[in-house]
């Protein structure tokens, strides 16, 4: 069964944190809080899904500093910024990075509650792509060196008769190299595999 997604809020303030504690368990969320940036770092797992609530500024490790840090490591948790001391150069920083909204406080809650479910969603969103990837690559790798060959050929439009000339075998041998393709990938069609190339190439290129 999968786990459901937690709102991490990081702040140094207590009242801050008991106060959003309380209403996000209260909206339904599950809920865990930090003092400060370094200590949610420590305990960060990136199988963990959710959203992060983050304060920006704080002793020690700033919350941009903690952004940047989940950047270098590719966990790619939404970050929603809450801030009492935000300003627009720091603002643009914060969302050129990835931040899905930037909170002054005192915030309307439900602003908040909309942010988190926004972030939750493409949570969601980008947890399903990577599966998708893992599966599509997995898929992949099944192929033989000699298939990827027939693979890439057949995609471009060339013929049976045509992919044996290219790679010097026996166009019944073309035949068999295409048939395991197709029963590997679990496609059908040639419409299909094309689409489930195109599919595995625009993740390669890092595009879900």
Do not use: W
């Not at 500093?65 to 920083?93: C, K, N, W, Y």
């Not at 988190?116 to 969103?125: R, S, T, V, Y």
């Not at 060196?145 to 057949?154: A, S, Y």
């Amino acid at each position: 069964m999968t786990a459901k997604p937690t709102v991490f809020v990081v702040d140094d303030d207590m009242s801050v944190r008991e106060g959003l504690r309380n209403l996000l368990r209260s909206a339904g969320f599950e809920v865990e809080t930090f003092d400060c940036a370094s200590t949610f770092l420590e305990h960060r797992r990136p199988e963990q899904h959710g959203c992060l609530v983050l304060d920006m500024r704080m002793p020690g490790m700033s919350g941009i500093e903690l952004q940047e840090q989940l950047t270098a490591i590719s966990d790619g948790i939404p970050i929603v910024f809450i801030t009492a001391h935000g300003d627009i150069p720091m603002t643009v920083r914060a969302m050129k990075a990835g931040a899905i909204e930037f909170l002054p406080k005192p915030f309307e809650e439900q602003a908040l509650l909309d942010a988190i479910e926004q972030g939750l969603q493409l949570n969601a969103e980008r947890r399903q792509a990577r599966e998708t990837q893992d599966q599509l690559e997995q898929l992949f790798s099944s192929l033989t060196g000699r298939e990827q060959q027939v693979l890439q050929l057949t995609i471009r439009g060339l013929m049976n008769k045509q992919i044996a000339g290219e790679l010097g075998i026996a166009e019944v041998t073309v035949k068999v190299h295409r048939h395991n393709i197709m029963q590997k990938l679990n496609v059908r069609s040639l419409a299909n595999l094309v689409h489930l190339v195109e599919k595995y190439e625009s993740f390669e290129r890092g595009v879900s």
